[in-house]
């Protein structure tokens, strides 16, 4: 599982002093369950989701992923995450096998389960027809699917979603959707970020509310319901980052 304790994250800027981009953020996150974190761009999500992959060191605070310190234990944690944003950045003179190939054999893997894990997961993500083409001939939608592949070559146990659907077309976003919750189906623990409440709403079983660097409120849709006293994911958003300028 996922497990940040007071997590802080704080840039210095000239112009602005000190800015808080994750302010003592403390939550769990649990096997075959999908943790939400929901924000306006600038909130902190993808530096939350950043510390917890091991791309940024806290200024303070700690966290656990799969029983091991960002902070201590980054080469465990790495081992043991899948970490997807919309930032695909392919190799562009690979090809789509080549691509999950190589982060297959940097995880490890041997050449008879890595041949395995690539027919599957190709399989799974329909991508057997342009297995073949180098990156850069790829469109949107299919480099999504080869950063997919390539997150999941490992089959990590924890998988983190940083706006993963972020400028896709429909059909491609909802490819990515079915594939966050067959993830928690095999009982992975899944982080996910994103500023659509329609998706929020779809797939977290536990959503935080986090603005400015804060979590301003959490749990699930029917609870942060009966505490706002509204039912729309909008309005309760809307009214919860109000009453906490």
Do not use: W
């Amino acid at each position: 599982m996922i497990a940040a304790r007071q997590l802080t994250k704080l840039f210095h800027d000239k112009k602005r002093g000190p800015i808080h981009a994750v302010d003592n953020v403390s939550f769990v996150c649990h096997p075959g369950r999908v943790f939400g974190l929901l924000g306006v761009n600038g909130a902190g999500k993808t530096t939350c989701l950043r510390l917890l992959a091991t791309l940024l060191i806290p200024t303070s605070g700690d966290a656990t992923v799969a029983g091991f310190q960002i902070v201590t234990q980054p080469d465990q944690v790495r081992a043991h995450i899948g970490f997807l944003s919309t930032s695909t950045a392919l190799y562009a003179r690979l090809t789509a096998r080549e691509l999950v190939e190589y982060f297959g054999r940097l995880h490890g893997l041997t050449e008879k389960l890595l041949s395995q894990r690539l027919d599957n997961l190709f399989t799974v993500l329909d991508m057997h027809e342009f297995r073949d083409r180098r990156c850069d001939q790829l469109s949107t939608g299919m480099k999504q699917k080869v950063s997919i592949a390539r997150t999941l070559v490992h089959d990590p146990p924890v998988m983190i979603f940083d706006e993963p659907t972020h400028g896709l077309d429909i059909l491609t976003a909802r490819a990515v959707v079915a594939f966050i919750r067959d993830c928690r189906t095999r009982g992975k623990t899944v982080i996910f970020s994103t500023h659509n409440m329609s998706e929020m709403e779809k797939l977290c079983d536990t959503i935080a509310i986090i603005h400015r660097g804060k979590l301003m409120a959490q749990g699930t849709l029917p609870e942060l319901r009966d505490r706002a006293g509204c039912q729309d994911l909008e309005d309760i958003f809307v009214k919860v980052v109000e009453e906490n300028p």
